[in-house]
């Protein structure tokens, strides 16, 4: 095996490493890229290329892995998700990697669904749009075109918008349209909201109570830019439930103008004959009355239509 040193004698005395590297150079330089490259830096010459040869071979190499990719999993750049950059700087040749388009288009899908929360609500409800939703079917046209407002009037005037409270049969599509809403709001102004399953969402807080997390969850749900109670009125209802946890959810977002969106099964009427009956206390139709005038006045009412498509 040869020494070191002589390996590197060889190499310094040999002429062909010069040639390979000006071919090289001439087969990088007919590359687009680097074409466009020299095209926005006319003075860069071509020893410069050579010394920084290693770079531009890198770059077109990196370059070409761009042009062929097949998605951020089969990235084949040194880093995964990056371009790569040439620049000059004070005569040297120089490499960088920045995000391409689809690292950048991953991760803005990665933020919006940080923004997507639910609480006992199935996967499938956020990641529902309204490009995915059936608009053909008649009975649920009024909602889909107040879920449009609401996402409209927000969009301008996020402390000016009443909620809404979606009212229906089981299974015509109540809790997916708002699950379209959601999306649509973290879309186009990357807003936080959170939609939670209301009957396991109570009985969860008579939990927390042991756990001393109850303040913490109730604070959360009371400051939450959106908030949507799905399947408002299943639950089992009871004093503390609805004068100390949805009393203090409702007055709080209703002070700082936060609208709240409901999906129940009763129409306003029917939820307040619920909310007024509790196996404690009775009939207590002052307390539910007062409840719902916080759900009357900040929200509007719509009635879902259609076939159960839980059935089908």
Partial sequence: MQ??????????????????????????????????????????????????????????????????????????????????????????????????????????????????????????????????????????????????????SYSRNPKEVKGLYFHGKFGVGKTYIMGAIMNALVEQKGVESLMVYTPDFFRELKGAIQENTLNEKIDYIQKVPVLILDDVGAENMSPWVRDEVLGSILQHRMMESLPTLYTSNYDYDELEEHLAYSNKSGVEEFKAKRLMERIRYYSVSVAVMGENRRAL
């Fill in 3 to 152: 020494s070191i040193q002589s390996t590197l004698r060889t190499m310094a005395s040999s002429q062909s490493i010069a040639e390979k590297n000006n071919q090289l150079l001439q087969t990088i330089k007919a590359h687009p890229k680097l074409i466009a490259f020299l095209q926005a830096h006319p003075d860069v010459t071509d020893e410069q290329l050579l010394q920084g040869l290693p770079r531009a071979y890198e770059y077109v190499e990196a370059s070409h892995a761009c042009e062929a990719c097949q998605g951020l999993a089969n990235c084949k750049n040194l880093l995964r998700g990056h371009q790569p950059e040439l620049f000059i700087d004070k005569g040297v040749l120089g490499i960088t990697y920045k995000p391409c388009r689809r690292l950048e288009e991953d991760e803005q899908k990665r933020r919006q669904a940080a923004l997507l929360k639910g609480l006992y609500v199935p996967k499938d409800v956020l990641k529902v749009t309204f490009k995915t939703l059936d608009t053909k079917e008649k009975g649920r046209h009024d909602a889909l075109e107040a879920a449009g407002r609401f996402v409209e």
